[in-house]
């Protein structure tokens, strides 16, 4: 199953629902297909969605995904990524009302540079990502909460 995440900003994300569409016609995209929507107005024709969903609904899409499509979020990816998710992020754009600014590309480009997703810049090479990213590994994510602790906690002792 693919499971899209757009977020919860007040923007939309119309051009990834639109192409997503376009490949399930297509017949690229064969799986089920669950969107939780955002903002976004455009309403998916040929897969199931939400605008929001609970963190428990969330989680469990998440848990039962194979795939994971995201706005380029850093919470989204960040729980793909330890869920050992396969991820596309495109990030969102402000020459097309997605954002602000472009600062969700510097969020991907680190992820992507950094081995653990798959970066997806112009949204009709989402067909060719989905199919390249089935064959692909992604690097491992290892929390270091352990190690920021004990420097706390070694910091702390020192200078009692």
């Known amino acids: 199953m693919i499971f899209i995440t757009l977020g919860s900003q007040k ?3 119309n051009r990834v629902l639109k192409e ?24 998916p024709k040929n897969y199931s969605y939400e ?11 998440m848990d039962n995904c194979d ?7 850093t919470g989204a990816i960040i729980t793909g990524v330890k869920k ?6 495109i990030p969102r754009l402000k020459k097309y009302g997605e954002h602000v600014d472009d600062h969700k590309l510097d969020i991907v480009s680190q992820f ?3 081995g653990f997703i798959y970066a997806v810049y112009d949204v009709q090479e989402l067909g060719e990502a989905l199919t390249l990213i089935r064959g692909m590994s992604f690097k ?9 602790i004990q420097i706390i906690d070694d910091f702390i002792n020192l200078n009692l």
């Open 20 to 43: 997503v569409d376009k490949l399930i016609e297509k017949g690229v995209i064969k799986e089920q297909v669950y969107a939780q929507i955002g903002y976004s107005d455009y309403k």
């Open 11 to 13: 923007f939309q994300f």
């Open 140 to 148: 491992r994510y290892h929390s270091n909460t352990t190690a920021v």
């Open 67 to 73: 795939l994971l499509i995201t706005h380029g979020g």
């Open 84 to 89: 050992e998710k396969k991820v596309i992020a």
């Open 112 to 114: 992507k540079d950094m």
């Open 51 to 61: 605008n929001f969903v609970d963190r428990n609904t969330f989680s469990k899409f």
